[in-house]
């Protein structure tokens, strides 16, 4: 019996047309929505809140063009970062984000007329050395309007250059900050080089300003360095500036330290910059700091004999701070390496009403203070601690602060340092980088109208600081550890695997297939001796 077919039931045909209808569908659907699985542990792969929140912020098509060398791309894991990052970015962002990663030798002229950094590497090919002229920079086109991160070969501070850039073009204006020196004798380019340069790589534009001038209206930010010699006159353009509800960084003291043929200190007199901060919520000490948390730095003496000899002394004047003394409750502590402050000053709330006090950093709990003799110069520990058990406690370095001054259109939020010279040169003498990161971090979270910027709750009269801090790029290959430990465990659990476990693995396996074939032989043996001849049937 034979059964007939349609020739429209062929199933094979049905289920290719049902086929072509789901992928036109699933076609369509990813036009308009938008999935992407991280399947990292601790996703790694994912771009943090600011990068998403920036997506959202962009209302028309943006264009980023990755210019990078071949050579470097090799040579180097930031490039794969950089262009990682940046492909994640463009994913997301649901066809508002194009991207073009281009090779500079492809399009000869084009990346120096985009304003693209160059570098030199060495490179050593067939026990010859040579340099060769490398390419890395981001250029970001938005409608007719452009902007350039010139040489980038990381992706450390990735995510918040690419976010100021970007906001700077939707908003058509460059991001403009007020710097303001307070100590006479010293300037932005002979004192505080590092952080000017740390400054224009991120890509901020500067306007220094000398004592009693006004600030900019388009600046989006105050710094104030020093204030030893700010009097009245020219602590009223910063008074203005804070009436009018604009944030503000401060790095001030109650102590000068004169550091010419030998170190000493002399307590402030001029209080005009310290009577508008107790105004604000924050009273400065007129004495010094000390903690056991110190640097160890040299000084260059002399011995009996004349000859210059160099000693090394623990100076609690210059103290480190620790990791457990932050407090990152409010959001208002900058994400960085460390912080080292020179000479700082005790913070605390003068309790004006109106204002808003919150402790950001603060010393270990055996610190202790100089109220009275100021011995600075180099020499023992214990020259230091005449007050010591007077004043031993646990001080506030820095503090952020909220102010609503009558008639300003907002509340105005500061973040205070007690140090003066931290942002400074000086610096470098301790290996002390980490503390313009700071710095950077901070502007980040005061500039208004930010990603990273702290906001005011006017409705409910309360400040909120909820932040959304950057997330790090991080390199997650094993080659690439990130402290000696890790480095430690990956060698050990590479050496178990290697020299024990794939061996004793393939010496198991041999073992249960040696098994498997004595059982297969002994089957047929069992079957002869346990059968019987069978007899016919009658």
């Known amino acids: 019996m034979s059964a007939t077919r349609t020739r429209h039931s062929d199933p094979g045909a049905l289920a290719a047309v049902l086929v072509v209808v789901a992928v036109a569908l699933v076609c369509g659907l990813s036009l308009r929505f938008?999935?992407?699985?991280?399947?990292?542990?601790?996703r790694?792969?994912?771009l943090g809140p600011v990068s998403c929140a920036l997506v959202r912020e962009i209302p028309e098509k943006l264009r980023i063009s990755y210019y990078v060398s071949p050579i470097l791309a090799q040579r180097s894991p930031g490039p794969g970062l950089v262009e990682d990052y940046l492909r994640n970015l463009a994913a997301i962002s649901g066809g508002r984000i194009s991207l073009d990663v281009v090779d500079p030798a492809q399009r000869p002229g084009e990346a120096e007329k985009a304003g693209m950094g160059t570098g030199k590497i060495n490179i050593i090919e067939k026990n010859q050395s040579r340099q060769a002229v490398v390419y890395s920079g981001i250029l970001i086109e938005y409608l007719d309007r452009s902007g350039v991160i010139p040489f980038i070969v990381d992706g450390g501070d990735l995510e918040n250059m690419i976010a100021r850039t970007v906001k700077a073009l939707i908003a058509g204006s460059d991001p403009l900050l007020a710097v303001l020196v307070g100590d006479a004798g010293k300037s932005l380019d002979n004192d505080f080089s590092l952080l000017r340069k740390a400054l224009e790589n991120n890509l901020w534009k500067i306007a220094e300003l000398s004592p009693g001038d006004k600030v900019p209206e388009s600046a989006s930010l105050l710094l104030v360095l020093g204030n030893a010699d700010l009097g009245g006159a020219a602590a009223a353009p910063v008074r203005d500036w804070l009436s009018s509800g604009r944030n503000a960084f401060f790095a001030v003291k109650g102590v000068d330290i004169k550091?010419?043929?030998e170190v000493r200190a002399v307590r402030l007199g001029n209080t005009a910059i310290l009577d508008l901060l107790y105004s604000c919520g924050v009273a400065v000490g007129k004495s010094l700091v000390l903690d056991r948390s110190a640097l160890t730095v040299p000084f260059q003496g002399a011995e009996a004999s004349g000859n210059e000899k160099v000693d090394y002394f623990l100076y609690p004047h210059w103290i480190m701070i620790r990791p457990e003394n932050l407090d990152r409750s409010g959001g208002l502590v900058p994400e960085s390496g460390g912080l080292d402050l020179f000479w700082p000053s005790p913070l605390e709330s003068s309790g004006v009403p109106g204002t808003d006090f919150h402790p950001l950093i603060m010393t270990g709990k055996k610190a202790w203070l100089q109220t009275k003799d100021f011995v600075v110069a180099p020499g023992p520990e214990s020259s230091y601690e005449a007050e010591l058990e007077a004043t031993v406690g646990q001080y506030t370095l820095a503090a952020s602060a909220q102010v609503r001054i009558p008639g300003a259109a907002g509340p105005s939020r500061l973040i205070v340092v007690g140090s003066s010279d931290?942002?400074?040169?000086l610096s470098a003498m301790t290996g002390s980088a980490f503390n313009t990161d700071f710095v950077?971090?901070?502007i980040d979270l005061l500039v208004p109208g930010t990603l990273f910027a702290a906001t005011g709750n006017e409705s409910s009269g309360k400040s909120s600081t909820e932040v959304l801090k950057p997330r790090k790029v991080r390199d997650r290959r094993f080659s690439r550890a990130e402290s000696a430990e890790s480095a430690g465990r990956l060698i050990s659990a590479n050496y178990f695997?290697?020299?024990f476990f794939i061996p004793a693995g393939i010496v198991i396996a041999g073992m249960i297939h040696v098994a498997g074939r004595k059982r297969m032989r002994k089957k047929p043996e069992r079957a002869g001796k346990t059968s019987r001849p069978?007899?016919?049937a009658p």
């Open 497 to 499: 695997i290697n020299l």
């Open 534 to 536: 069978t007899v016919p």
């Open 34 to 42: 938008h999935l992407r699985l991280d399947l990292s542990s601790d």
């Open 440 to 442: 950077l971090g901070a």
């Open 44 to 46: 790694t792969n994912s």
């Open 422 to 425: 931290f942002a400074s040169d």
């Open 259 to 261: 550091a010419g043929d």
